[in-house]
């Protein structure tokens, strides 16, 4: 189990979603979005689980958002907002194809979505956000 491994499985999950096509995913918080609709994830926090006498487990915390530019016509915001609840089936259910993450991690579950509006860069877009945790027995060895 590598945590290398475990971020390149999230990405290669969240690049199987097809619906809506992602055209971009980015590890880490973006600064702009240059393009939409795009995917990225990013560590939000690390805490140990429980230790043992020869190592200790983790949890990992990861936000993944989308994100859509907001456009003035109606009928383009309305397509934004059925691909809302369609992204975030669709990678809830690609993470949860893998909960091992290819072999690195020992289990990893999405939390419950939210959706909003976020500025970046001066533009409007439509985001989802979702919580996903990764268990990892035995991440760090304790030696005396």
């Known amino acids: 189990m590598t945590r290398a491994g475990a971020i390149a499985a999230i990405k290669t999950a969240l690049g199987t979603v097809t619906t809506p096509t992602f055209v971009a ?5 973006p600064l702009s979005v240059p393009m ?3 995917v990225a994830f990013w560590l939000t926090a690390q805490r140990e689980d429980f230790t043992t006498l020869g190592d200790s487990s983790t949890i990992a915390e990861f936000t993944i958002r989308c994100y859509w530019r907001m456009q003035a016509s109606p009928n383009i915001r ?3 907002d059925d691909e809302l609840w369609d ?7 690609a993470l949860r194809a893998d909960s091992a993450l290819g072999g ?5 579950r ?3 979505a939210t959706t909003g509006y976020i500025e970046i860069g001066g533009l ?3 985001q989802v956000s979702i919580p996903f945790s990764v ?3 035995s991440e760090s060895p304790i030696t005396p």
């Not at 995913?25 to 918080?29: F, V």
């Not at 690195?104 to 990893?108: C, K, Q």
């Open 78 to 80: 309305e397509d934004i």
């Open 25 to 29: 995913t980015y590890i880490g918080e």
């Open 36 to 38: 939409s609709p795009m």
């Open 87 to 93: 992204a975030i089936v669709g990678i809830k259910t």
């Open 124 to 126: 409007v877009f439509r």
């Open 110 to 112: 999405p939390g419950d």
């Open 135 to 137: 268990n990892i027995y």
């Open 104 to 108: 690195n991690a020992t289990d990893s």
